[in-house]
């Protein structure tokens, strides 16, 4: 007859999910609400997803961001930030550099921001303005649009630039290229981010150069 379980026979139950502060940082945590965001979009994702990806507790979540809403905010942030810098930076830029100098060093580092950031931008690209949040990240987005167009016509005045299209289309047909990096690149590839970027920059201005 089978010998009953001893104790170290007997399977071990599941772990106990861990309380109070997670067993992650800040950071992982955004990690993770936007990967899930990108799956399964935004507002069919809850905190409790979250909290079940991760393994803890949803007042783990809550410990470093207080609403599913800051997580948005903070992965908006991070895709725009440093898109925003670079580009307004340039477009008021008084150093003595030449707009066309100016504008591709522009679009070389919005590829290697969006290289470092792809899944932020990704996201990103995917709001549709429902909410307060998203439309104040669009209107972000037409700021830097519209400081880029500025670069564009001064590159397109002092001569160096083709003037058969308005600068507005320029800059979302640069957009436009660099943004669809998202689609395919991925920085663990053979194509490091700074070999993209030039790259890019180089196929964009051999149409773009008067």
Do not use: C
Request: proline letters at 5%.
């Amino acid at each position: 007859m089978p010998h009953s379980p001893t104790a170290a026979q007997t399977p071990t139950s599941a772990p106990a999910r861990r309380r109070g502060r997670p067993g992650h940082d800040r950071e992982a945590v955004l990690r993770a609400a936007i990967e899930l965001f990108i799956a399964q979009g935004y507002d069919a994702t809850s905190i409790s997803d979250l909290a079940g990806s991760l393994g803890v507790t949803k007042s783990a979540v809550y410990h470093h961001f207080p609403s599913k809403e800051s997580l948005l905010g903070a992965a908006l942030d991070e895709a725009l930030a440093g898109l925003d810098s670079a580009v307004g930076e340039a477009a008021r830029a008084d150093d003595g550099r030449s707009a066309h100098d100016r504008l591709r060093d522009t679009v070389v580092a919005a590829v290697r921001i969006l290289a470092a950031h792809r899944p932020a931008v990704t996201l990103l690209l995917r709001v549709r303005g429902n909410s307060e949040l998203e439309v104040a990240a669009l209107a972000r987005r037409r700021r830097i649009d519209d400081d880029l167009a500025r670069l564009v016509a001064d590159a397109v005045a002092e001569g160096s630039l083709r003037s058969d299209l308005p600068p507005g289309v320029v800059s979302r047909l640069v957009f436009g290229t660099v943004n669809s990096l998202v689609d395919w690149y991925s920085p663990d590839g053979s194509l490091d981010p700074d070999t993209l970027a030039e790259g890019v920059a180089d196929l964009l201005f051999r149409g773009l150069e008067a």
